[in-house]
């Protein structure tokens, strides 16, 4: 009886301790966090983000003289995707947002892929902070 009893216990504490790893693991909905202005860590580079309609829409705002164009960005949770046109090439861009203040870009396809572009974005990540809004000043 007390070898049933200590084995209930043992699968008792594993049950929940894999209910409380599988919980932790749970991925939270931080979609509505990107709104706002937001710069690339350790530069100037910054975008305005606004989400309307279930679309993310960009703006730039200091892009170090690089002229590129996007199309409205689609947005499944923490995931958004940009298709974007610079100097000759198209790609898309895909962003996690980490936290409400944390943001991890890549370059999820370039093309063509021969370009200098594509070639130094390759395997590359950006990570772009939200910058406090000026009210909350």
Not at 36 to 47: D, M, P, Q, Y
Not at 88 to 115: H, K, R, W, Y
Request: glycine residues 6%; aromatic residues 8%.
């Amino acid at each position: 009886m007390a070898l049933l009893k200590n084995i209930l216990i043992r699968f008792s504490a594993f049950f929940v301790l894999a209910l409380l790893v599988t919980g932790a693991n749970a991925q939270e909905d931080l979609s509505a966090h990107w709104d706002g202005k937001w710069i690339v860590a350790g530069t100037l580079f910054s975008i305005a983000v606004e989400v309307e309609n279930e679309e993310l829409k960009l703006t730039q705002v200091e892009s170090l003289g690089f002229e590129w164009s996007n199309e409205n960005g689609k947005i499944e949770g923490n995931i958004v995707t940009v298709e974007i046109e610079y100097a000759g090439v198209t790609g898309t861009i895909q962003a996690e947002l980490v936290n409400p203040s944390t943001a991890v870009a890549f370059a999820a396809t370039c093309l063509p892929d021969f370009m200098v572009v594509c070639l130094l974005s390759k395997d590359r990540q950006a990570v772009f902070r939200k910058l406090a809004d000026q009210a909350e000043n």
